[in-house]
């Protein structure tokens, strides 16, 4: 009896899978994480000033290979009318985005880049304001610059700095400078 139960199915399934398994699907090829970002409209980019609204978005990673990721992330920032006097709007986009990074001794840096659904919403009109821009479900592409912090086996803080092409009626191209940090396990 005793030896019955230690080849049950389950046993043998977890006892196989340790040895089935790629070794690439192994510890520290996924990664869960969160980002914020000062967002850029336009204008001068000298001038912090025009940082004038924030982002941010959780995110998704599974490492394809040694320094190629695939990341899923979902987000929101806000983003100027396409006038001055109409209300900001609010973006909320899915992507798929592929980073390819060099390794150094204690950091990662690198390309990303991908594409996105972005659903744009303008905000309530304040008095004064006129609403001039709809409701637009979009598509959209983004390329950057990513560097990654590794603090220890599980943590990374990361550096991004991205910009997104968004196809609504007037074209919008905000730049993202964002900080992070992902959980790897």
């Given at each position: 009896?005793?030896?019955?139960?230690?080849?049950?199915?389950?046993?043998?399934?977890?006892?196989?899978?340790?040895?089935?398994?790629?070794?690439?699907?192994?510890?520290?090829?996924?990664?869960?994480?969160?980002?914020?970002?000062?967002?850029?409209?336009?204008?001068?980019?000298?001038?912090?000033?025009?940082?004038?609204?924030?982002?941010?978005?959780?995110?998704?990673e599974?490492?394809?290979?040694?320094?190629?990721?695939?990341?899923?992330?979902?987000?929101?920032?806000?983003?100027?009318?396409?006038?001055?006097?109409?209300?900001?709007?609010?973006?909320?986009?899915?992507?798929?985005?592929?980073?390819?990074?060099?390794?150094?001794?204690?950091?990662?840096?690198?390309?990303?880049g991908?594409?996105?659904?972005?659903?744009?919403?303008?905000?309530?009109?304040?008095?004064?304001?006129?609403?001039?821009?709809?409701?637009?479900?979009?598509?959209?592409?983004?390329?950057?610059?990513?560097?990654?912090?590794?603090v220890?086996?599980?943590?990374?803080?990361?550096?991004?700095?991205?910009?997104?092409?968004?196809?609504?009626?007037?074209?919008?191209?905000?730049?993202?400078?964002?900080?992070?940090?992902?959980?790897?396990f």
């Open positions: 009896m005793k030896a019955v139960a230690l080849l049950s199915p389950t046993r043998v399934l977890l006892l196989l899978s340790v040895f089935l398994v790629p070794a690439s699907l192994h510890a520290e090829d996924f990664a869960v994480g969160i980002q914020a970002s000062a967002v850029f409209a336009g204008g001068s980019g000298t001038n912090a000033s025009n940082f004038d609204t924030w982002g941010g978005n959780l995110f998704g599974m490492q394809i290979e040694q320094g190629t990721c695939l990341q899923l992330r979902a987000g929101r920032f806000e983003f100027p009318g396409s006038i001055e006097e109409a209300p900001n709007r609010n973006l909320d986009y899915g992507q798929a985005m592929v980073s390819y990074l060099f390794r150094e001794n204690w950091f990662e840096y690198g390309f990303i991908g594409v996105g659904f972005y659903r744009v919403r303008p905000n309530d009109a304040d008095p004064g304001q006129i609403v001039i821009d709809k409701d637009e479900d979009v598509f959209g592409l983004s390329i950057g610059v990513l560097t990654v912090f590794r220890n086996r599980h943590f990374d803080v990361r550096l991004e700095g991205l910009l997104h092409y968004v196809y609504t009626e007037d074209r919008i191209s905000p730049i993202h400078l964002g900080v992070g940090a992902a959980y790897r």
